[in-house]
């Protein structure tokens, strides 16, 4: 019983530290982190190229008139190029911007400020526990 409850606590701590953190990653977008829905639209565009809307609401497998607005932040943001709203296709500027594409650089800004508040918090002993702790959190995430 006392270790049910010991795991209970420590289940509902992590959620809160982990929560903590995904939102300090999220901050290191500054302020234009994607919904996934963005990122899925993205994604698409920079893997098969250019869409028209009604395409890619087809295959996210949601209405035109909410694919047109997913599309519209995008194009806002200077991630995506075209007029997808008159049915030109849109086409994937990140892409055409040297190959790496916004979302890989979206999260290198995040690895690069988590790279950097681990040499900077924790003592050479903590970010040896930290790497033993991620292994064990990457079990826990990884089970049915």
Do not use: F, Y
């Amino acid at each position: 019983m006392a270790e049910s409850a010991q795991a209970s606590a420590l289940a509902g701590e992590l959620r809160v530290v982990l929560g903590r953190l995904v939102r300090r990653l999220r901050e290191q977008a500054h302020g234009h982190d994607l919904t996934k829905s963005q990122t899925s639209v993205l994604l698409r565009l920079e893997r098969e190229g250019s869409s028209t809307t009604t395409e890619l609401a087809r295959t996210e497998g949601v209405r035109p008139q909410s694919m047109a607005k997913t599309v519209r932040v995008l194009e806002e943001a200077g991630l995506v190029s075209g007029s997808p709203t008159q049915g030109r296709p849109t086409d994937p500027a990140a892409a055409d911007r040297g190959g790496g594409g916004a979302v890989p650089h979206r999260a290198a800004a995040k690895e690069d400020w988590l790279t950097h508040a681990i040499g900077t918090c924790l003592t050479p002993d903590e970010a040896a526990r930290l790497a033993e702790a991620t292994e064990l959190l990457d079990r826990l995430a990884r089970t049915p």
